[in-house]
């Protein structure tokens, strides 16, 4: 399954390092990203792909981790809701 994860802080050392490593622990690939800073603020869109054994609330549960100790906000939606928004 194919997910849409966004990210968004103050900008600060070491965010791409902390997520790209939660999402390995959990096996997620990342397909594309896209980064950029906004004054002080880090806004970040992924592509993930997501294996049969992880779903999108439980990566959702391990990324609060992250969310926390590098104080950001991320979210993660299935690929599939923006195709169908893009078809109505």
Do not use: C, Y
């Not at 939660?22 to 004054?39: C, P």
């Not at 592509?47 to 992880?54: C, D, P, S």
């Amino acid at each position: 399954m194919k997910a849409i994860m966004t990210v968004t802080g103050i900008d600060h050392t070491g965010i791409i390092a902390a997520v790209a490593s939660a999402l390995a622990e959990r096996d997620v690939n990342i397909l594309n990203v896209s980064q950029t800073l906004m004054g002080e603020w880090f806004t970040m869109i992924m592509q993930l792909e997501l294996n049969e054994t992880v779903s999108i609330p439980d990566l959702q549960q391990h990324m609060s981790a992250v969310e926390a100790e590098q104080k950001l906000q991320i979210r993660i939606q299935s690929e599939m809701i923006f195709h169908e928004m893009h078809r109505l």
